[in-house]
């Protein structure tokens, strides 16, 4: 029996094993980040679930500063361009990101207690965060790359191993501590710094060349121009949380946080759609039959729209459930977060479209417009109706950002005086509104349980019904 199964594992194709063992680590990953999250949630005050918040959030925002996001952008170019000296390039670029780390420091410290009342964070967790940057980076170079040539076991291996002992240090050092914040941030933080250390040090002994005058001009030269993109993408997820600390306290961060992260929980599922949806999209756009792509996104969308429903419908039921009555407060955070997550399905249809014919400035100008929009609305908002009010800040930014992406690609094919033909955009239109209808009747029916599980029931028999459609729309973007 396992003779067969091993017999019919070697005749999978390397691409659809590689697809798979990535699917199901990312799968194992958001349930295990899942699984945790009452843990921590009830072991820390919401004040101490803040640190760990506003830790992250400005972890987001500096990685991007002091690595160039070069472990993205150009790198599976530059492995491309650079095939025989792979490794000599990733050590270079390890080079770049403790360059960069050095000048933040050498500017942080002898300022760090002002630097200090902007990140409120004490200086020990300010070095440990650029520790974990440093040694995270690596990490990252060394999984791309053997992501690159499809070796795809230790890449599964090393990412299975940091998500499990991440939380399991962190538990048993909240656990010994009275600082049980400050404890969960080491506990996630030490791992990443000894896996990455050991990955630094094994890059570091193939590379040998810390700096390389050709590497570091094509990285900077490429990922450089993209930092404007990469941050206001960053502006989207972590600047909320930032502004709620400053503006309203950290617990009231710690609120928004864990309506932030189980509002966009399904992101991982977006992600894996994509995966499967650009391939396909792009190889009917090159044989001229960008039409059929019409009826697939319009079932897409519905797909995507009943999953993230159902996270709004029981919202409540989760939040309880998952962080505690504490936490009861953020269930009115999860709706507008969670339509934006739907917008970023829309946005990236158009995205797609864009990055086909290589348009990518248009991108970038609509990021830093609804980025700065996000702040100016927080600004105003926050103060006056509470950490609540960034959740619809977050829904008014991404509806801006996916009309003017919607612009662009309309720009991009009028510049080629190609037809639009690639989807339907009534369809798409009252897909968005009834799904906007649909997520704020949950909102107006979370006192109504009994209610809310009917109408569920209802829907679900009328996919079951329908799920051919589905189904055959999923089989035909996988080719099958």
């Not at 506990?187 to 990455?196: K, M, Q, R």
């Not at 709004?312 to 507008?336: D, L, R, S």
């Not at 989807?423 to 799904?435: A, E």
Request: include cysteine.
């Amino acid at each position: 029996m396992i003779k067969r199964w091993k017999e019919k594992y070697s005749l999978v194709p390397l691409t659809v094993k590689v697809s798979t063992a990535y699917a199901v680590c990312s799968i194992l990953q958001k349930c295990l980040s899942f699984i945790t999250l009452p843990l921590f949630t009830r072991l820390l005050t919401t004040e101490q679930y803040g640190q760990y918040t506003i830790y992250s959030s400005w972890s987001g925002i500096l990685i991007i500063f002091l690595t160039l996001n070069l472990a993205y952008g150009s790198f599976q170019t530059a492995m491309v361009k650079f095939e025989g000296r792979r490794d000599e390039y990733i050590t270079s670029i390890q080079g770049i990101s403790v360059v960069l780390c050095c000048v933040f420091l050498a500017v942080y410290l002898p300022l760090r207690n002002v630097w200090n009342r902007l990140f409120e964070l004490p200086t020990p967790f300010v070095l440990l965060m650029v520790a974990e940057i440093i040694f995270s980076t690596a990490t990252q170079l060394w999984m791309e790359k053997n992501r690159f040539e499809f070796k795809y076991k230790s890449v599964v291996v090393v990412t299975l191993l940091t998500s499990i002992l991440s939380p399991v240090i962190a538990f048993i050092l909240v656990s010994l501590v009275s600082e049980k914040g400050y404890a969960r941030i080491f506990g996630y933080a030490i791992v990443n710094i000894l896996i990455g250390f050991i990955l630094f040090i094994y890059n570091s002994q193939k590379g040998k060349h810390f700096y390389n005058k050709e590497f570091w001009k094509y990285a900077a030269g490429f990922n450089i121009p993209l930092l404007v993109y990469y941050l206001s993408q960053v502006v989207f997820n972590q600047s909320d949380r930032i502004m709620i600390s400053h503006i309203a306290g950290t617990s009231d961060a710690a609120m928004y946080g864990v309506a932030y992260n189980l509002a966009m929980f399904l992101t991982f599922v977006l992600n894996a759609i994509n995966a499967s949806y650009v391939p396909w999209i792009y190889e009917k756009i090159k044989d001229n039959k960008s039409s059929e792509n019409q009826t697939i996104s319009l079932m897409l969308a519905i797909l995507m729209g009943l999953m993230i429903l159902c996270v709004i419908w029981y919202a409540p039921e989760i939040i309880v459930i998952m962080a505690g009555e504490q936490y009861k407060a953020a269930i009115y955070v999860v709706a507008p977060v969670a339509m934006s997550l739907f917008l970023l399905l829309y946005c990236q249809f158009f995205i797609n479209v864009e990055f086909y014919y290589e348009e990518k400035k248009m991108l970038i100008y609509g990021s830093i417009g609804a980025a700065i929009l996000n702040i100016i609305m927080n600004y105003i908002f926050i103060p006056a109706y509470g950490f609540v009010a960034a959740g619809y800040t977050t829904l008014m930014s991404y509806i801006v950002f996916a009309l003017s992406n919607y612009y662009t690609m309309q720009l991009c094919l009028k510049k080629r005086q190609l037809i639009d033909n690639f989807y339907n955009y009534k369809g798409l239109f009252l897909i968005f509104v009834g799904f906007i209808v649909s997520g704020f009747l949950g909102v107006a029916l979370y006192e109504n349980l009994v209610f809310r599980m009917a109408i569920t029931l209802a829907v679900l028999g009328l996919l079951i019904v329908n799920r051919n459609k589905f189904l055959g729309a999923l089989k035909q973007i996988r080719g099958k």
